[in-house]
């Protein structure tokens, strides 16, 4: 359905006050529809509808809106209103949002709630940012393994409202440790009077409620799991992940690894990931870009230096300036490749720390050869441009670069790793700064020696 559609068809409801109108169709509506279409309405109107759809409907929209929306909308919400809305939010979804409320208020709503939810908040909330049970959920469906597949469908029928999924029933004992997995299909298909506990898969697949989040992403990727398991440090089960969480931690961690490799910095807030660029003020634009750019800046006066140093050489054959930005780019360009391939394969897993070795011996096999065919081609612009002798100081310049900016490219990725950095801060800028450094002293290097005769003669 179009949002200028549902948009109008709403805004008629509230101007004609037809509230049980208005309450049918948003409870028609996907609640992603009214989460998007929700921070339109004038100030007035949200705070009118949230009231007219009821606390479920409104939790299920406020969990869809984003950080900022959240935020502003629950600043005008009344503290008891806003506590009932929190307390029918998923158990994860509330905990983000009390996180960012001003301490003083969230102990007014702590003591509107009820002792389950006030306790659910304080622990999921403890957890520390980034890691998994930052972002699990406390609703998971459970059984104990003494009952029988038709206690246990009973069990699952009067519980499922209130649980974040039932495709996959975790079996714990009396310390609440996680013993084994059903699958609702399997419960569904076995015979009524089967035991739970002789039906259920053991060593389910777990995390820790400390592993990082984007360990636990890589591992329900793996397992091609919709949901996991989140065990504490007293080996109980705390909580699940679910696709849908590891989907959103995906897309920031991208994201971020994404500016990350474009240079731009992430420790300022609001973060860029999550914000509308249209949104985005001039400071925080120019605060995320400028202090990688200041850097760069700075390092390429080295580049600067070394053009400087080799003066004579490119006053005895100025055709030589003719070529430079060809070259330099070339190895930039091929270690930017390079590392983009690596910071990729470190991020899913299919490289790690020890590979390290094989890949430089594999990526010296393929610069080397991307270099000779690059230098093939360029040396016959060199030899119409300048001659054989500049031909031949390209050709070589070519295939040293290729070589000097891919080995940089792979290998800053792994250094940043081996130094528990992220090695998404490889940057294409900084590959292409360090590649364009190397690149001047390697082309000119070459061309003092194989142009030395030419050198003397000239000076």
Not at 152 to 180: F, H, M, N, Q, W
Not at 375 to 396: D, K
Not at 403 to 410: A, C, E, R, T, Y
């Amino acid at each position: 359905m179009q949002k200028p559609y549902i948009f109008q068809t709403l805004q008629k409801f509230l101007t004609e006050n037809r509230e049980r109108e208005t309450r049918e169709y948003c409870h028609s509506l996907h609640p992603e529809d009214l989460a998007a279409l929700l921070p339109d309405l004038p100030t007035e109107e949200q705070l009118r509808l949230l009231g007219i759809i009821g606390h479920d409907a409104a939790a299920d929209a406020l969990s869809r809106c984003t950080s900022d929306d959240q935020d502003r909308i629950a600043a005008m919400l009344q503290d008891s209103e806003l506590a009932a809305i929190i307390t029918a939010m998923p158990s994860d979804d509330r905990v983000d949002l009390f996180k960012r409320l001003a301490a003083e208020r969230g102990e007014k709503l702590l003591g509107l709630m009820a002792q389950t939810e006030r306790e659910d908040i304080r622990k999921l909330g403890s957890y520390k940012e980034g890691t998994a049970g930052s972002i699990m959920s406390s609703e998971y469906a459970n059984l104990t393994p003494e009952l029988t597949v038709q206690q246990a469908l009973e069990k699952l029928r009067l519980e499922a409202p209130d649980k974040e999924t039932i495709y996959y029933v975790y079996v714990i004992d009396r310390e609440r440790r996680l013993l084994g997995f059903i699958s609702l299909r399997k419960l569904i298909t076995s015979r009524a009077n089967a035991q739970v506990n002789d039906i259920m898969l053991t060593n389910p697949v777990f995390a820790r409620a400390d592993d990082d989040q984007e360990e636990v992403a890589a591992k329900l990727n793996r397992y091609d799991l919709l949901a996991m398991p989140v065990i504490n440090g007293n080996e109980a089960l705390a909580g699940i992940v679910t696709f849908d969480d590891i989907q959103d931690v995906m897309i920031e961690e991208t994201t971020e690894d994404f500016h990350r490799m474009g240079g731009l910095a992430h420790k300022a807030s609001p973060d860029l990931a999550n914000i509308n660029m249209l949104d985005a003020g001039w400071w925080l634009l120019v605060s995320k870009r400028l202090p990688w750019l200041l850097v760069l800046v700075f390092m390429n006066i080295f580049s600067g230096a070394g053009i400087a140093y080799f003066e004579d050489t490119i006053q005895a054959a100025v055709a030589l300036v003719f070529f430079l930005p060809l070259l330099i780019d070339s190895g930039g360009n091929a270690g930017s490749q390079a590392a983009t391939l690596m910071v990729r394969a470190l991020a899913t897993g299919k490289a790690q720390l020890k590979d390290w070795f094989a890949l430089l011996r594999k990526e010296i096999c393929i610069s080397a050869s991307l270099g000779l065919c690059m230098g093939l081609a360029v040396s016959c612009i060199g030899i119409f441009r300048a001659g054989p002798e500049i031909a031949v100081v390209v050709a070589l310049t070519m295939v040293c670069t290729v070589l000097f900016g891919s080995l940089v490219g792979m290998s800053l990725p792994f250094v940043l790793s081996k130094l528990k950095m992220d090695p998404a801060t490889a940057s294409a800028p900084l590959i292409t700064s360090i590649a364009d450094i190397g690149g001047v002293l390697i082309y000119f290097s070459i061309a003092t020696w194989v142009l030395r005769d030419m050198i003397a003669a000239a000076g």
